[in-house]
């Protein structure tokens, strides 16, 4: 069985949830007084997608303004990135909208983008309402899902999804088929920081 080292990155606002989403994917964990990332974590899980493994090299960045600028570092050469949003708070939504901006200017052209709202299990506090953000991952191309890092919900299926989304790879090595194309158009683990 073939395996596959994919490349994803977590972008967003402080506080949203990425650590949150990684470790549980990672470990089936939750901790609530999870500190800020600094700079960067990095964890990795092997799960079977089809006749493949897929082994997902993750980048967990720091969501504060002042480590932004590594930012880069982290989704250059990356598979796929999640972007990730608190359903409570507009304003992380709307600087989700400025990481699509940044990775179609930067990012690799064919990266699979997925979109998270986290925290679905506070949907009384909602401020973010699905259909936007839906609508507006539609309008991406890009894979749209609500998670909950606190209760396990989507939190797998968002790896699935990308899974699905990455092409597969012929005999030779080559990953012939569609792939999403963002474009510059109109379970072992390893925690590191730094």
Same mark, same amino acid.
């Given at each position: 069985?073939?395996?596959?080292?994919?490349?994803?990155?977590?972008?967003?606002?402080?506080?949203?949830?990425?650590?949150?989403?990684?470790?549980?994917?990672?470990?089936?964990?939750?901790?609530?007084?999870?500190?800020?990332?600094?700079?960067?974590?990095?964890?990795?899980?092997?799960?079977?997608?089809?006749?493949?493994?897929?082994?997902?090299?993750?980048?967990?960045?720091a969501?504060?303004?002042?480590?932004? #600028?590594?930012?880069?570092?982290?989704?250059?050469?990356?598979?796929? !990135?999640?972007?990730?949003y608190? +359903?409570?708070? =507009?304003? $992380?939504?709307?600087?989700?909208k400025?990481?699509?901006k940044?990775?179609?200017?930067?990012?690799?052209?064919?990266?699979?983008?997925?979109?998270?709202?986290?925290?679905?299990?506070?949907?009384? #506090?909602?401020?973010?309402?699905?259909?936007?953000?839906?609508?507006? !991952?539609?309008?991406?191309?890009? +894979?749209?899902? =609500?998670? $909950?890092?606190?209760?396990?919900?989507?939190?797998?299926?968002v790896?699935?999804?990308?899974?699905?989304?990455?092409?597969?790879?012929?005999?030779?090595?080559?990953?012939?088929?569609?792939?999403?194309?963002?474009?510059?158009?109109?379970?072992?683990?390893?925690?590191?920081?730094?």
């Open positions: 069985m073939a395996l596959r080292e994919l490349k994803v990155c977590l972008l967003g606002d402080t506080g949203v949830g990425k650590s949150s989403i990684v470790w549980r994917f990672v470990e089936d964990s939750f901790d609530p007084n999870i500190n800020p990332t600094i700079g960067a974590s990095f964890m990795t899980k092997t799960v079977q997608y089809q006749n493949e493994l897929h082994k997902f090299l993750i980048w967990d960045t969501g504060q303004e002042r480590f932004r #600028a590594l930012a880069p570092m982290y989704y250059r050469g990356s598979a796929a !990135a999640i972007i990730v608190d +359903i409570t708070k =507009e304003e $992380s939504f709307q600087t989700l400025n990481w699509v940044e990775l179609r200017q930067h990012g690799p052209p064919n990266i699979v983008v997925a979109i998270a709202g986290n925290k679905c299990d506070l949907s009384d #506090a909602r401020e973010v309402p699905e259909k936007d953000a839906k609508d507006y !991952a539609d309008s991406i191309h890009a +894979i749209f899902v =609500e998670t $909950s890092a606190k209760n396990a919900i989507n939190i797998n299926e790896f699935i999804e990308i899974s699905k989304r990455i092409p597969v790879a012929d005999a030779a090595g080559g990953t012939p088929g569609k792939a999403f194309k963002l474009g510059r158009q109109a379970s072992e683990s390893r925690r590191t920081c730094c």
